[in-house]
């Protein structure tokens, strides 16, 4: 299996992984064994698919470390095209210059479909933010958040298009303010005009044409909690649009785990027990979507178990949160192991076993 880049993709080939794009709220998908036509590369073209996996016939020995790389790329592909996207509207918002929500969809439509293919890009997302501009990075994080979260809770297809708008837009008012204002408590109200961003945001995103009323609401209410207590309004239970929470929750997440000052930041199993600890703030279907789907010990992070060993988080385990796939590097005395192996939390046998603490500097 390779990833090969739609231009050097030949009538011949063979499709070895689907390919879905939401085009006009539509699904379309071309299926795992097609053999690629000219007519599907065109359409591959027009829906701006930069890359496909085409079959091979070579084995993959270590699926493992292949799947894993294959998601970095797909990770860093969809992060960069939305990056360039986000600044693009960005610019054009700021310079008064017309944008199109179709341009934003393309880039929604891409982060959908890698988000399709597999969660953990998710985790691996997490780890690509480095000595970029915050803004962006913290929309497509929120965007990618709120859409993984939205299709766990099976949101129809035309409502994800209008939650990845808004997520992506959300903070787009943020450059008016303050830069020192712009890390608050997630759960509590900033002083002063902060607080109005969201709305200073819906009035900069109805100058793009095409623009929903419903992607619009979701920006005004990405700070409103179902008990009144967000704001800038206060809304309360069903005065809240239910497409709303996913980037809500992602919001307040991305808030306390990659603020714009480091120093405000805490770490993932933190911030998920904060946010648990306000349930009556969130929807429950929402924040139990969360508690599935939110990257708690991102891979590659490493962490010190209960019986003193150290090891890498490598895999997830989307019904037990707290309980990842771990490789064991260091025994209880902090001695490398010669041989590395894997142990699942989630499995009976380390029930008694659980990860203490995250370890930042090995
Ligand atoms: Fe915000
Ligand atoms: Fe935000």
Not at 29 to 58: A, N, P, R
Request: charged share 25%.
């Amino acid at each position: 299996m390779a990833l090969i880049e739609i231009n050097k993709v030949v009538p011949g080939m063979i499709l070895e992984k689907p390919v879905s794009v939401y085009s006009k709220g539509a699904k379309e998908l071309l299926k795992k064994g097609l053999v690629l036509e000219e007519k599907h590369i065109k359409k591959l073209k027009q829906w701006d698919v930069k890359s496909v996996y085409i079959e091979t016939g070579e084995e993959e020995n270590h699926w493992q470390m292949s799947e894993q790389n294959t998601l970095q790329e797909l990770s860093d592909e969809a992060y960069s095209i939305t990056k360039e996207c986000v600044e693009e509207i960005f610019n054009s918002i700021y310079c008064n210059e017309k944008v199109k929500s179709s341009s934003i969809e393309r880039s929604v439509n891409r982060l959908f479909e890698v988000i399709t293919i597999n969660k953990d890009v998710l985790m691996l997302l997490a780890q690509l933010k480095k000595s970029e501009k915050y803004l962006f990075e913290h929309c497509i994080d929120v965007c990618v958040n709120s859409l993984v979260l939205a299709k766990y809770l099976r949101v129809q297809k035309e409502d994800l298009i209008d939650l990845g708008i808004a997520a992506i837009c959300h903070d787009i008012s943020l450059p008016n303010f303050d830069r020192a204002k712009w890390d608050f408590n997630p759960f509590s109200t900033p002083d002063g005009e902060i607080k109005n961003h969201p709305t200073k945001s819906c009035e900069l995103l109805e100058k793009v044409e095409g623009i929903s009323q419903r992607t619009l609401r979701i920006v005004r209410e990405h700070h409103e909690f179902l008990d009144g207590s967000g704001f800038p309004c206060g809304l309360s239970n069903d005065q809240i649009d239910f497409l709303s929470f996913p980037l809500i929750i992602s919001e307040v997440y991305l808030m306390y785990t990659s603020p714009m000052n480091e120093e405000n930041q805490i770490l993932p199993h933190q911030a998920v027990r904060e946010i648990f600890s306000q349930k009556n703030k969130i929807i429950p279907k929402v924040m139990k979507a969360f508690l599935s789907n939110v990257a708690i010990y991102p891979i590659g992070s490493v962490v010190q178990l209960s019986n003193g060993e150290i090891g890498k988080i490598i895999g997830s385990n989307p019904n037990k949160p707290f309980r990842p796939q771990v490789k064991i590097l260091y025994n209880s005395d902090h001695a490398q192991i010669t041989k590395p192996y894997i142990i699942d939390l989630s499995s009976k046998k380390y029930s008694s076993t659980y990860i203490e603490r995250e370890v930042r500097n090995l």
